[in-house]
């Protein structure tokens, strides 16, 4: 009887020590992992761990490199917007205000002051004095392409003599300006009007948009 008891408690031990090894030998399996990452066909389970880290660290800076390359490019059209807004805004407060020749002010000004005036205090752009030498500034713009913000320019036949500033462009293709006439002062006027029609010989863009 205690041959058959040993021989049953060498059986089950020997059974236990068989379970434990298998056990043991499941848990030291090398686990596999999976990945996404094959940029350039580049294997990362093939760099080391120092590797990995930079390569991981390149890829997240890329990125974020993108992202504030895309961020920079709206920024700038925010500004770019703000600052016409700006200057239509600054123009919009003169409305009303009467002309006088060779006035700089609020109680009277002419047509070159004016735009010098609203272009200084709403963005700090310095404009020569007067219309002639402003319309030598910027960059030409075709009628049709006009936008808000930019220059108009006329005159009588000879020498540019008068400026406004464009403060709409309908869907239509009309484009009104802000600007101090003899007549009525600080006012807005379209080109379409036949007077300011036949008087206007180019435009220039002061404000444009920075280069991507």
Known sequence: MKKRVLFFTIAMISVFSLQSCVTNYVVSTPTKYKTDANLEHINTNNLTAANKSTYNSYNVNFANAQKSELAA?????????????????????????????????RSGIDCSAFVLNVFGQSTGIELPRVAAEQAELGEKVEIQELQKGDLVFFSKGGRISHVGIVQEVSPEGEIKFIHAATS??????????????????????IIKQPQQ
Do not use: C, H, Q
Request: glycine share 10%.
């Open 73 to 105: 490019a709206i920024t700038s059209a925010i500004s770019l917007d703000k600052t016409i807004d700006d200057i239509l805004g600054e123009a919009s407060s003169y409305l009303g205000t009467p002309y006088r020749f060779g006035g700089t002010t």
């Open 184 to 205: 009525r002062g600080v006012m807005i006027s379209s080109l379409n009007d036949s007077y300011w029609g036949r008087k206007f010989r180019f435009a220039k863009r």
